[in-house]
């Protein structure tokens, strides 16, 4: 199994769907992928604490890839409001490919010593991770659909779960893309001027 590295990734700790999206980022210009081999996909595991209920091989990395690309095409698909006029979240393109990962695994209920509970199950252990960020997905949407965002910055690919009390956060990250986008204003000012 390879040793988990540091996570380059410059945003991380956000719910488990968003942050499988973001293992893709831009840096000076370049599309970045961390996703590109099981070192990467054992860094991603350890960043969700899963690294010791699933794998990095892969099967795994291949799942978990075709979970992004369907996450991918999902939140694209979701309009600003977080509906569309006929009322629902994403078109039938769209909800194909996660529902099609979300076939791979249930939630079973059980009882527990504690009372009532649930367990994911999976058809195949290596959908796991993929099957989680899936399933995440459905519970944001079922939370607040108008608070999964993507950056504003026009450079920036990351996404967000908006989780300021006002619900207008607008930047994957103050420091960088929201300063980025400060200085871009002040230097067309001054340009100007």
Aim: hydrophobic share 40%; with cysteine.
């Amino acid at each position: 199994m390879p040793t988990p590295t540091l996570d380059p990734r410059p945003l991380t700790g956000e719910p488990l769907a968003l942050d499988l999206l973001n293992t893709r980022w831009m840096r000076e210009g370049s599309l970045q992928d961390l996703l590109t081999g099981i070192d990467g996909l054992a860094v991603w595991l350890a960043a969700n604490g899963l690294e010791g209920r699933f794998t990095a091989d892969p099967a795994t990395l291949r799942h978990v890839l075709r979970a992004r690309d369907a996450l991918k095409a999902a939140v694209d698909g979701v309009p600003a409001n977080g509906a569309t006029a006929e009322g629902a979240i994403v078109d039938g393109a769209a909800t194909e490919g996660v529902d099609a990962v979300l076939e791979h695994g249930r939630i079973r209920p059980t009882l527990t010593a504690e009372g009532p509970g649930e367990r994911a199950e999976f058809t195949d252990k290596s959908w796991g991770p993929a099957w989680l960020a899936a399933r995440n997905y459905l519970e944001l949407l079922a939370a607040a659909p108008d608070r999964i965002r993507h950056c504003a910055h026009e450079d920036c690919v990351l996404h967000f779960f908006d989780t300021s009390r006002n619900g207008t956060r607008r930047w994957c990250s103050m420091a960088g893309c929201g300063n980025r986008a400060k200085a871009s204003r002040h230097y067309a000012r001054t340009k100007d001027a």
